[in-house]
């Protein structure tokens, strides 16, 4: 009798909007920055404090700027990638946010340092203009230093091939860059 | 080495499962006695091994071990020793290892307490148990591994989330669990009796204790959950519709709409199919929370994963658990009809509609919850379902099924005339509608139609539940109250406590948002608020301003209430530690905000009348589930279902 078969077809109907759902990202809120300019800031430089990183500093490139700290164990897990992107050639800057600048040096001496240079952040003054709310955040800078994109959360290599490339690929356009083969782009 | 000896008991585990979930199963459609003979000792093999790793999760918090990185993003060293212990469960990982440790102890309780019941039965009710367990321990090692290593290790950990750091967080998730995944039990109850296509009062009677446990274990963890987030979140609200609650609401629904129906198949044999739907639909529910808080499909401040992965892995569990029941239930459940009617006027048809509103009410939670996904599925955009929508949507099906309560508590099976329930529920009727429409005026001064409505409703409730107690106190006729009368009495009280409780601090609430310096004296809902000063507290791992606050009314000191604002030093998280002075009838909330400068601070004041009576309300539900599961019936059942089936068995061994 078909009034039996009612509930299997309920639970298939939304069990269908369950995967699609799943391809979606609810979290997923624009970020207000993305298409802004890099917000104004300088700080002194985490391995050279007479040195700065600033707004200058990222001007003129395609870079990405990830937000990190030794208390942020996620941060751990996108450590390696990081690495592996910037020995392809791709330029990181880093945001050391909320950190201790002994337990930060030693991150990245035992670690691998990724960072062409790290803003050292310790009271997490900076990082507020740059609308973070949780590290590890890693923000993708153009040539004409507005923001590209945002990622919150370990950066890993299918959010790199999936939201990353294709938005590097459209800023290094046909002058190219250099790391672009690198980095998995061809 | 002793985090891996954790992995390798719970992958163990997972082949015990396996084992539990095919050859008795396979043995009760072959009648291969020896394969069936398989479910108990396998159950009981699980059950140590999931323990094991269990213990071994413990081990890692209470010896702070940060090479595990579950334990390194969820404890710290500074972190007091009973938080390590329920820090366990404070994450995705964790928390999924609690689920199969409580369905282990769940399937140990069933395979021990089932020795009366046929062979058969009792091993396919342990073979879908099995086959719940192997998917979520398969779920956990390959998704959700609480056992991986961290290297190098940490050298302190993340801490746990400052939230979950308190009390009630030692019971909630236990008692919750207990109950959500209990709901297990009469789901394979009623799988089992799909596969035999066989269903009598005996299987109503059998699966109704067990229905009831869990279903009071669900009612005591919600209701902590609410009481948690009252005094925790510090905000003053008790439920906010919150999808993570819903999922745990849902269930909760489904789950009071079995206990009815299988009263009336234990009674009657009728409703059989739909009973059996019911069961499904419970844990079916279940495990939908499960994969709503866990897949991230859904924003809420409870979703602690959000990874896609798990989400198709929980979700292929459910299509293959619920989907495969709903299947069955598709081409058995004709099998399960039976004869026999009811009139208008009768037990059953009260029930009925007991259980249809249960379910529209269920439904509307659902559509709620679900909404912002389909649309978000169908690419019309983002939106998000308000408080307000599920309280109307809620309310709509609970005020008339309150309604219908009182009147079918004293209606009789199968039929009974009009005229005698009218005149024996007349006086409550009519001191419910006096007081209801009296007492908030008299009270408080002012009421509304809704507020009269479900004022009347709840002393209703009451009065109608007390009835018959108070009539047997009085005029001592009849056998006493059995444990199972008396325990739905009590409930059904408690309905209506909760109900006052409700609707009476939705409706007089008083709140007041105000600043403050040491020394001001603030008048709020007739009582003074004398701010003494501030002081810092620190505890192990938090620091505090903690302000201190005179409650007077006249010249009466009634307490001092000290709330505070913390800080936990590893996360750098601010929490709202709220103050409340509580007696029956109203609870004085007074919480810290933020500091002004100058010395001043915000503060956030709140009279709650009859707050109490939602606890009150939901405690004497639960005590009254818990007397009618030691109600004598079921302890005599074990002796007669014993000698029943020795009867069978010598009919087949005739036939």
């Known amino acids: ?186 | 080495m002793i985090p891996e000896l954790g992995q390798f008991a719970l992958a163990l585990a997972l082949c015990l499962a396996l084992i539990q979930a095919t050859l008795p199963l396979l043995g009760a459609a072959r009648g291969r006695a020896d394969w069936m003979a398989l479910a108990r000792p396998a159950a009981a093999g699980q059950f140590v091994f999931v323990a094991i790793a269990f213990g071994v999760l413990e081990y890692g918090f209470l010896t702070d071990d940060f090479s595990i990185e579950f334990v390194a993003l969820h404890s710290n060293s500074a972190l007091p020793a009973f938080y390590k212990f329920t820090a366990a469960w404070g994450g995705h990982e964790g928390s999924m290892l609690f689920w199969i440790a409580i369905l282990a102890i769940w399937t140990m309780a069933v395979a021990a307490f089932s020795r009366s019941q046929p062979d058969e039965f009792v091993s396919r009710v342990l073979g879908v148990l099995g086959i719940v367990s192997a998917g979520i321990i398969a779920f956990a090692l390959l998704t959700s591994n609480p056992f991986v290593r961290l290297t190098p290790a940490a050298f302190d950990g993340n801490d746990l989330n400052p939230l979950l750091q308190d009390p009630g967080m030692i019971f909630h998730p236990p008692m919750l669990y207990l109950g959500y995944v209990g709901m297990s039990v009469p789901f394979a109850f009623a799988v089992a009796a799909l596969l035999t296509g066989r269903l009598d009062k005996n299987w109503a009677k059998w699966t109704r204790p067990w229905t009831v446990a869990a279903w009071v274990f669900l009612t005591i963890g919600i209701t902590l959950g609410s009481w948690w987030a009252y005094y925790e979140l510090g905000w003053g609200g008790w439920w906010f519709w919150d999808p993570v609650e819903n999922s745990s609401f849902m269930p909760w629904l489904m789950a009071t709409a079995l206990l009815h129906s299988l009263a009336v198949t234990e009674r009657r044999g009728i409703f059989k199919s739909w009973t059996v739907l019911l069961a499904i639909g419970a844990f079916s529910l279940s495990l939908l929370g499960t994969f709503l808080t866990r897949s991230g499909v859904i924003i809420s401040v409870h979703a602690f994963a959000s990874d896609p992965t798990r989400g198709l892995f929980i979700l292929a569990i459910l299509g293959l658990i619920c989907g495969g029941a709903l299947l069955l239930y598709a081409m058995r459940a004709r099998y399960l009809e039976a004869e026999g009617g009811f009139k208008l006027v009768s037990r059953e048809a009260f029930l009925m509609a007991n259980n249809i509103l249960f379910v529209i009410a269920t439904g509307a939670v659902l559509w709620g919850t679900l909404n912002p996904l389909i649309i978000d599925a169908l690419g019309l955009g983002k939106i998000s379902v308000g408080v307000p929508w599920f309280n109307i949507m809620f309310l709509l099906p609970m005020l008339p099924l309150a309604t219908l309560l009182g009147v079918g508590m004293h209606t009789a099976w199968k039929q009974m005339a009009a005229e005698p329930l009218l005149h024996r529920l007349r006086w409550p009727a009519a001191i419910a509608v006096v007081a209801g429409i009296a007492l908030p005026l008299a009270i408080f001064g002012t009421t509304s139609v809704l507020t009269a409505v479900a004022v009347t409703i709840g002393i209703w409730v009451c009065a109608s539940a007390a009835l018959d107690p108070v009539r047997k106190l009085i005029s001592r006729t009849g056998g006493p109250l059995t444990r199972a009368q008396l325990g739905m009495c009590l409930a059904h009280f408690g309905v209506g406590v909760f109900i006052l409780g409700a609707t009476v601090a939705s409706a007089y609430n008083l709140e007041f948002d105000t600043s403050a310096r040491p020394g001001d004296r603030i008048q709020a809902g007739g009582y003074e608020f004398v701010f003494r000063g501030l002081r810092t507290a620190n505890g192990a791992n938090f620091v505090a301003d903690e302000g201190e606050f005179e409650l007077r009314k006249g010249d009466d000191l009634i307490a001092v209430l000290t709330p505070q604002k913390r800080v936990y030093r590893v996360q750098q998280t601010p929490m709202t530690e709220a103050a409340i002075n509580t007696n029956l009838a109203r609870d004085i909330f007074v919480a810290l905000g933020e500091p002004l400068g100058d010395n001043a601070w915000s503060l956030r004041i709140q009279v709650k009348p009859l707050i109490g009576f939602l606890w009150l309300g939901s405690a004497l539900m639960a005590l009254g589930g818990l007397l009618a599961v030691t109600d004598r019936r079921y302890r005599l059942i074990r002796q007669e279902q014993a000698a029943t089936n020795a009867a069978a068995q010598q009919t087949i061994g005739a036939a």
């Open chain 1, 1 to 186: 009798m078909w009034r039996y078969v009612v509930p299997l077809i309920v639970f298939a109907t939304m069990s269908g909007f369950f995967v699609v759902g799943l391809q979606r990202n609810p979290n997923y809120i624009p970020s207000a920055l993305i298409g802004k300019p890099i917000p104004q800031f300088s700080l002194p430089s985490l391995t050279d404090p007479s040195a700065t990183v600033s707004t200058e500093t990222l001007q003129g490139q395609v870079a990405l700027v990830n937000v990190w700290g030794t208390w942020c164990i996620e941060c751990r897990h996108e450590h390696a990638f990081l690495v592996e992107l910037a020995r392809a050639g791709l330029p990181i800057y880093g945001l050391n946010a909320k950190d201790d600048r002994g337990a930060a040096l030693d991150w990245l001496a035992a670690l691998g340092n990724p960072y062409v240079s790290s803003g050292f952040d310790p009271e997490g003054v900076a990082i507020i203009d740059w609308g973070v709310t949780a590290a590890p955040e890693t923000f993708l800078v153009g040539r004409d230093g507005t923001i590209l994109h945002k990622h919150i959360s370990p950066m890993t290599p299918q959010v790199w091939q999936r939201d990353f490339l294709p938005l590097i690929k459209e800023q290094c356009g046909a002058s190219g860059c250099t790391f672009l083969a690198a980095v998995g782009g061809q």
